[in-house]
């Protein structure tokens, strides 16, 4: 078990520094396997050495070797949340089937919030693909739900937010979800099923207000400048993903 603890936690460190390059590359439409990774400033490569998950970006000082440029601290970030998933994964489920497949959604999740943070998309590239991947991975019995379900989970979860979105439009005359975050959430159904959305939904909504609004404190930007739903979502399925059972009877509790 130790053993298997100590990889999981390599692994998904590993898996991260890809994902970093995903994050970089996809809203950029480079492809994602060439050149091998350089520095975005100087171009020079990175050799393996300076390219070890988190270990480099320590020993570097988070600079490049070269030309010193300052290193983003979202690769480590990334990087760790990702080793943390992984790890989180194998305890919960072991080395199964439901460990490699929700690995991979969680993966697409983390990719997709931090695109979102930054360029405000949601590439189709990954949520598309993620909606009929969630579908397939409804047919395993181990998924915890039927493919109905996810099906009326991809339905349900791109129409919910679609009407609200169409409903803020006409009444504020401003957009409000975009076409991101409608499928953002269609794949989320896809993956989880119907019944998790409306925690989902709420569990998003609430951070997305908290975390929102003291970012525009903090910014001192109006209620006007844009905030991405897409990292609220990615975390509320992710949080929803470990804590369902216990959120749900909190739910119940409280409604009695």
Known sequence: MTVG???AFVFGL????????CIYRVPLSKSIVRPPSRCPQCGAGIPFYDNIPVISYLLLLGRCRYCRTRISLR????ELITGLLSLSLFIEFGLSVNYILLFLFGAALIVIAFIDLQHTIIPDVISLPG????LAFSFFPSSGISPVEALIGV??????LFL????????T???????GDVKLLAMIGAWMGWKALPFIVLISSLSGAVIGGVCLIISRQGVRSRIPFGPFLALAAL???FFGNEIVGWFYLMGR
């Open 5 to 7: 603890v100590v990889f």
């Open 14 to 21: 590993v898996l991260g520094s890809f994902l970093n390059v």
């Open 75 to 78: 690769y480590p970030l990334v």
């Open 131 to 134: 909606i009929l991947a969630g």
């Open 155 to 160: 339905v349900g979860g791109g129409g919910f």
């Open 164 to 171: 609200v979105g169409t409903a803020f439009e006409k009444v």
């Open 173 to 179: 005359g401003r957009e409000g979800m975009g076409g």
């Open 239 to 241: 949080v929803f993903l």
